[in-house]
């Protein structure tokens, strides 16, 4: 079965940075439409960054300019670099894949994703 395993997360002042890291199993990285979300309490559930099998990106208007997502296809591991963390950062970020290209979905709804991580909560107090 697919297996997607985030990693990273912690507690950081704002200003800060961290990388995530989804570590894939089951699923070949890099050949179709991966994404990353996030879900603080009592909100919905976002889409931070998307990447499709070319390497094409989509951001979130609140992350531009300060989140990075990327594929590295030899270690079969999706990441998120987070730069100048602000408090409103503050969720629990998922991994999120499916076996569809990105251009053939809406890479911010979560529904459009089959496969999913666990989680991993990142805390960035001001």
């Known amino acids: 079965p697919v297996r997607l395993v985030e990693s990273g997360g912690r507690s950081m002042q704002a200003g800060g940075s961290l990388k995530l890291s989804c570590a894939a199993s089951?699923?070949?990285?890099?050949?179709?439409?991966m994404g990353w979300f996030r879900q603080a309490p009592g909100k919905e559930r976002e889409g931070v960054a998307a990447?499709?099998?070319?390497?094409?990106?989509n951001y979130a208007d609140s992350v531009k300019g300060r989140f990075t997502i990327s594929q590295d296809t030899a270690k079969n591991t999706l990441y998120l670099q987070m730069n100048d963390l602000k408090s409103e950062d503050t969720a629990m970020y998922y991994c999120?894949?499916?076996?569809?290209?990105?251009?053939?979905?809406?890479?911010?709804?979560?529904?459009?994703?089959?496969?999913w991580g666990q989680g991993t909560q990142v805390t960035v107090s001001s």
């Open positions: 999120a894949a499916d076996r569809i290209w990105c251009s053939l979905l809406q890479w911010d709804r979560s529904t459009d994703f089959g496969y």
């Open positions: 990447i499709d099998a070319g390497g094409v990106t």
């Open positions: 089951g699923y070949k990285v890099g050949s179709y439409c």
